[in-house]
């Protein structure tokens, strides 16, 4: 015997339930589940429901302070040293309230080691970043002649363009210097022969030059044998062809030798008539130069001819100078310019950088060159040295920046020192006034309720100290790992637990008594 189907206790009449409804009920939307909470809504849920940390204001401390000194002068009124300190506690809460209005300006002195630490923190930011990343403007000072090297050096170069390049142009080498050393320029081209500062460097080389030195004569007459005073027509004083000039004419001590320094004016007015009393002309210069085989056609014809250029011991010392031998012929074939082989001295042109260079400029200008020639000074590619060497300097920086931020945070201190020595002078007097009422000794009730009313605004007033210590602290968090503080404050407690003890006492006296 099979058992009847149950039917559901809210359909009794076991009909199927009608349409729209689900087991006897209305339908229901099925339920959606919550979207999950993300990691960051989290956080700022935390953040949000984090409860705000309590200050203390100055203001409900002036207002206790002056209703305990005028409840002072009603009930105390016969004790004006108590009436006097209290007096001094309300001018001291009302100065607390003057110099917290003072820290809260933008320039206050709490605020300068962060203001200090801040800006050093950028400068050495900006400094790393300037000198070993960043390549601004590279700034080369040329003369003239050095236009077709500066051309032919950046042409080929896709990365440094026009507002990586520039340019002006000086009188010579030795003003390309000046500018180096005055911080004007990062780069000069300087012929070799020039002193250079040392505070520059000569950083590659671009290419020769030719010693020239032309006198009338014999080209084969031994030159050392010459004695007496001798004219000699050079470029301008103490630039490139001059300064040359000077080294190789000091190895003949017997030839005394007056420089003439009028012959690039001759060059450029196409003046090539040499009066009789000029002995030879001393000049460096590219043979490749068109207008330089020029002039040697014209000195040629009025008699000059080409000797060789022998600096001696010079040769093997600085590394600007070099040696080559031109075969006859080899500048002008059919004159021949040299009339037989001749053995000359060579002159490097120089890439000189000044002091203000940064190591990223000069890596860019390292990429320039051949890299035997150039090589990279910026220490994050590859000068481990260098670039220790600077992280030293650096960290030299920041321990002095250090000093300075615990100097200005140390004079603060004083500052907040001073005004705890207040406070704990303030303790002391109402520590005396204290120590004078001994209920022990009292001789009836309403002496008893008397010294009871004077510890209790004695209690008071330590209160009110101790809150003006701890708003001391709120200006600045660093003044609770003070000694003072510390000091006041354990003073504080100690003088109240014995106040305390001296009410209680009384207390229970009073009642006895009644």
Not at 147 to 173: C, H, K, W
Request: glycine share 8%; hydrophobic share 40%.
């Amino acid at each position: 015997m099979t058992n009847p189907p149950e039917i559901p206790k809210d359909n009794p009449s076991g009909s199927p339930p009608p349409p729209g409804t689900r087991g006897g009920k209305p339908d229901e939307k099925p339920a959606v589940a919550a979207p999950a909470e993300s990691a960051i809504s989290k956080v700022l849920k935390l953040v949000s429901d984090e409860p705000q940390i309590t200050q203390l204001k100055i203001e409900p401390l002036i207002e206790k302070a002056e209703r305990l000194h005028r409840s002072a002068l009603k009930e105390l009124s016969a004790h004006p040293g108590i009436l006097n300190t209290l007096a001094d506690l309300v001018s001291v809460t009302k100065r607390v309230k003057i110099f917290s209005q003072k820290q809260r300006r933008f320039f206050s002195l709490h605020r300068m080691p962060l203001y200090f630490g801040v800006l050093a923190l950028i400068f050495v930011a900006y400094y790393v970043y300037a000198t070993y990343v960043e390549i601004a403007t590279i700034t080369i000072a040329r003369s003239a002649r050095d236009t077709d090297d500066v051309e032919r050096l950046f042409a080929s170069q896709s990365d440094i363009g026009p507002d990586n390049v520039r340019t002006f142009e000086v009188a010579g080498t030795s003003e390309g210097i000046r500018m180096l050393v005055e911080g004007k320029a990062e780069l000069a081209f300087a012929q070799g022969g020039i002193d250079v500062p040392p505070s520059c460097e000569v950083i590659g080389q671009l290419g020769t030059e030719y010693v020239l030195f032309l006198a009338r004569g014999d080209p084969g007459s031994d030159f050392s044998k010459l004695q007496g005073s001798i004219r000699i027509l050079t470029s301008y004083e103490d630039q490139g062809s001059h300064a040359v000039a000077k080294k190789f004419f000091q190895r003949y001590e017997s030839v005394n030798v007056t420089f003439e320094h009028d012959w690039p004016d001759r060059i450029k007015a196409k003046d090539f008539n040499i009066e009789p009393s000029i002995y030879g002309i001393f000049v460096v210069k590219d043979l490749r130069d068109h207008e330089v085989r020029e002039f040697l056609k014209e000195l040629h014809k009025q008699g000059f001819r080409m000797r060789p250029t022998d600096f001696g011991i010079l040769r093997n010392t600085e590394p600007w100078l070099g040696v080559e031998t031109l075969t006859a012929g080899a500048i002008v074939p059919g004159i021949p310019i040299p009339e037989a082989d001749l053995e000359i001295s060579t002159v490097a042109t120089n890439l000189i950088s000044g002091p203000k260079i940064t190591p990223a400029q000069h890596d860019l200008v390292a990429g320039l060159f051949d890299h035997s020639s150039v090589s990279s000074q910026n220490p994050l590619a590859n000068n481990t040295w260098e670039f220790f060497q600077g992280l030293e300097a650096l960290m030299m920086f920041i321990i002095e920046l250090g000093i300075g931020v615990v100097a200005l945070v140390g004079v603060e201190v004083l500052i907040f020192r001073k005004r705890f020595h207040q406070l704990s002078t303030l303790v002391s007097i109402i520590g005396t006034h204290q120590a004078r009422k001994d209920v022990a000794v009292a001789r009836d009730k309403g002496e008893i309720h008397e010294k009871i009313a004077y510890l209790e605004h004695c209690s008071d007033a330590l209160g009110i100290i101790d809150s003006l210590a701890g708003f001391y602290v709120q200006c600045n968090p660093a003044l609770v790992f003070d000694a003072g503080f510390q000091m006041l404050h354990q003073r504080i407690g100690s003088l109240k637990l014995n106040i305390q003890i001296k009410i209680l006492q009384g207390v229970v006296n009073a009642g006895k008594g009644g």
